[in-house]
């Protein structure tokens, strides 16, 4: 049996390589444009900034060298709460939320109660403010002197943080449960799961993987909320850059804390628009 000789390698006409210069060009120009009006706009802004009337002062209260080298030893070491916070704070809303969500998509006559309290934790949890259930949990449980229960305001303030995220996370859950289409249930029944089985390996696992988006940016807001542990006393980064600009007379402790959660949040933010592409992506790819 012969074996047929390969033929020619493909390659690009004249005119699809035209096609790609052409589209390298605007390309180019794109970034161009994008650079110099981006670079413009930062120009002028700090112009306007420095030829202000007040710009001495505000430079020297909110931007002072010195300052800023004084203060962030004292602002990093306080800060470093504010993280172990959110790293406390973020498995815990994770695991309730998700209860919160199972309990609420129950639809057993028996399971009424259980639906009842998942709505009404749901309800209350988000119409509380999140800086009032702080003020409230930090400084009202421990004023009661349960036995048995701690009275350190750190651990209540954080405990508030998890009731109140835990509720719009629950609701995140929720959606991307009920985002589920009917036949894969259907499925899985045909297969002979059971539903807390299907719930389990087929209905969770999905939902949990279309809902990581929104997840991410609720927790992008959780990092910057661990600041409200400051108002019940807690020394976290903003106590100690309030404390040191009523000291020394001098804001720039709060911008060099404002850096902080900066650096820790945008990160994150920029990881949460890659995934949301990528999602968006996979989607397009599957519908085609």
Do not use: C
Not at 261 to 268: A, G, Q
């Amino acid at each position: 049996m012969t074996i047929p000789a390969p033929g020619p390698a493909w390659a690009p006409s004249d005119r699809e390589l035209e096609r790609q210069d052409v589209r390298r060009r605007l390309r180019r120009r794109s970034l161009l444009v994008a650079g110099a009006s981006t670079s413009a706009f930062f120009v002028l802004l700090g112009v306007g900034l420095v030829l202000s009337p007040g710009w001495e002062k505000v430079r020297e209260t909110f931007f002072s060298w010195s300052a800023a080298q004084d203060s962030f030893p004292l602002m990093l070491d306080a800060f470093w709460l504010n993280v172990r916070i959110f790293l406390v704070a973020e498995p815990a809303i994770l695991v309730l939320a998700l209860l919160v969500a199972v309990m609420r998509g129950t639809r057993s006559a028996w399971l009424a109660p259980v639906r009842i309290v998942a709505v009404a934790f749901t309800d209350i949890m988000r119409g509380i403010p999140t800086l009032l259930l702080v003020v409230l949990l930090g400084f009202g449980v421990p004023a009661l002197q349960l036995q048995g229960l701690t009275t350190d305001r750190l651990v209540w303030a954080t405990v508030a943080l998890i009731l109140s995220y835990s509720a719009y996370v629950a609701e995140v859950f929720r959606a991307g449960i009920e985002s589920i289409h009917p036949s894969q249930i259907a499925s899985a029944r045909a297969l002979g799961l059971g539903p807390v089985r299907t719930l389990r390996h087929v209905v969770v696992p999905q939902a949990v993987r279309r809902v990581v988006p929104p997840l991410l940016n609720d927790f992008i807001s959780l990092q910057k909320d661990t600041a409200l542990v400051s108002l019940v006393g807690v020394y976290d980064g903003v106590f100690a850059a309030r404390d040191y600009a009523s000291y020394n007379f001098n804001y720039t402790s709060l911008v060099v804390v404002a850096l902080f959660f900066i650096v820790l949040t945008v990160p994150l933010a920029r990881f949460t628009d890659w995934l949301q592409r990528r999602v968006m992506e996979r989607e397009r790819a599957g519908s085609l």
